[in-house]
C-alpha cells in the first residue's frame, strides 16, 4: 500500500514550502483539525446526547444559538488558550474578539472561524463544516482590537474547512495549492485523499435560495434563466442546494460549477460573513483557480469595517462568476445609460 500522507506531515512541508518561517502556522493548522476531529465525534452521535437542539438565546448575528454551534466554538477556545499559536480568535458566535492574554506575547497569528456552518442542517442530520482563516497579528496600534483584521482576504496566511458529511473531510491551502484530506476514523487520523485540487473552468451545477429569485439583481435571474433547461447557454445546469455553505462550495470546488448569495433591497449585503465565511472560502477558489466576487468586486480585495461585516457572495468556476458578473456589469452600464439618456 503507498504510503499515506498524514496531515501533520503533509502541513510541515506545504508551510515551508509556501509560508517559510510560518513554522506555527503547521501547528495552528494541525490543532484546527484537532478541534474538529472532536466535533466530529460530537456530530455523530447528536441525536443520543444531550447537544441536540437550541441553546436558547440569539448570538450577535441576529440567529438563535443551537446548541452545538455554542459547543464547537468552545471546542476552539479550550483547544487555543494556553497553546501559545494564537494571540486572539474571531468567531461568528462571539461578538466581540476573544483575545487569548497569556498566549498574545509568543503568538503571531489570528484565527477567524465560523465554528458550525448550515447550523440549520442540525436537527435533520444534514451537512454541516467548520470554516477557518488564519492571519497574522498586528503589531500596531490596532493589536488586540478588532481593526487588527480590517484587512483584505489577501492577506489572509491559510484558510480551509472541514465539512461533516457522510465523510469527514478537511480542505486547506497555505499559500500554495488547495489539498483534501479524509478521517479515518478508526486511526484517527486525516490522510491525503484530494491532492492538488483544481477547480473545473466551468460546472453543470448552480447553487442558490431560489425562493430569493424575485428579490435578487435581475442578472441573476437572466444566469438562472439562461442555464436552465431551454436556456440560451451551451448546456443548461442542475439546481443543488445544501443550505450549507461550506457543503456548496465543497461541491463546486470539485466539480466546478457556482453557489450564489446575493444581497436585496433589504439586505443589500446579503447574509454570508466575509471574515470566516466568504473571505477564506474565497481564499481557497482562488488557489484552486477558480473565483469569487461581490458581484462588484474580488471578495479578497475586499477591507472590512467590522467583525461581522456581510457580502453577497458569487463563487465557484471562473465561467459561471464570470458570467454574473458580465450580467451585473451590463445592467449597472444599462442603469447608466438610462441616467444619461
Ligand atoms: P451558519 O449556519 O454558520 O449561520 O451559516 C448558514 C449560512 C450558510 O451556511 C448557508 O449557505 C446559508 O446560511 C443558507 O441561508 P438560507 O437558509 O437563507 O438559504
Ligand atoms: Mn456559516
Ligand atoms: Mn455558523
Known amino acids: 500500500m503507498d504510503h499515506r500522507v498524514t496531515l501533520t506531515q503533509h502541513l510541515l512541508r506545504e508551510v515551508e514550502a509556501h509560508a517559510p518561517g510560518g513554522g506555527p502556522v503547521a501547528s495552528i493548522l494541525a490543532q484546527v483539525a484537532t478541534a474538529c476531529k472532536e466535533i466530529r465525534a460530537e456530530l455523530a452521535e447528536v441525536g443520543l446526547g444531550s447537544l441536540a437542539g437550541m ?82 497579528k498586528s503589531t500596531g496600534k490596532t493589536h488586540g482590537k478588532p481593526e487588527e483584521v480590517f484587512e483584505p482576504g489577501t492577506e489572509q496566511v491559510a484558510a480551509g474547512y472541514v465539512l461533516y458529511g457522510p465523510q469527514c473531510m478537511l ?9 483534501g484530506f479524509t478521517l479515518d476514523t478508526a486511526v484517527g487520523e486525516f490522510f491525503l485523499s484530494h491532492p492538488n ?35 440560451s447557454a451551451a448546456r443548461s445546469y442542475s439546481l443543488r442546494y445544501i443550505g450549507a455553505l461550506v457543503a456548496d462550495f465543497h461541491r463546486a470546488l470539485l466539480r466546478g460549477g457556482v453557489f450564489f448569495y446575493p444581497g436585496d433591497a433589504n439586505n443589500p449585503h446579503g447574509k454570508l460573513r466575509l471574515l470566516y465565511e466568504a473571505a477564506p472560502l474565497a481564499y481557497l477558489a482562488e488557489a484552486a483557480g477558480g473565483a469569487a466576487s461581490s458581484g462588484r468586486e474580488r471578495i479578497l480585495s475586499i477591507v472590512p469595517d467590522g467583525l461581522h461585516v456581510r457580502t453577497p457572495l458569487i463563487i465557484g468556476s471562473r465561467y459561471e462568476v464570470s458570467a454574473i458578473e458580465s450580467l451585473l456589469a451590463g445592467e449597472r452600464q444599462g442603469v447608466a445609460n438610462a441616467s444619461l439618456a
Open 197 to 231: 485540487i483544481r477547480m473545473p473552468e466551468h460546472g453543470k451545477e448552480f447553487s442558490a435560495n431560489m425562493a430569493r429569485l424575485d428579490a435578487w439583481d435581475p442578472a441573476f435571474r437572466e444566469f438562472v434563466r439562461n442555464h436552465s433547461h431551454g436556456g
Open 55 to 136: 441553546q436558547g438565546g440569539v448570538n450577535v448575528q441576529g440567529e438563535s444559538v443551537h446548541k452545538l454551534d455554542w459547543f464547537a466554538n468552545e471546542v476552539f477556545t479550550k483547544h487555543f488558550r494556553g497553546s501559545g499559536l494564537l494571540c486572539t480568535l474571531i468567531s461568528e458566535e462571539m461578538e466581540d474578539i476573544y483575545h487569548l492574554d497569556e498566549d498574545c506575547p509568543r503568538a503571531q497569528h489570528v484565527l477567524c472561524y465560523d465554528p458550525m456552518d448550515g447550523s440549520s442542517n442540525l436537527d435533520v442530520d444534514g451537512a454541516v463544516g467548520t470554516i477557518f482563516s488564519v492571519r497574522r
Open 171 to 179: 480542505v486547506y491551502a497555505v499559500g500554495g495549492n488547495v489539498h
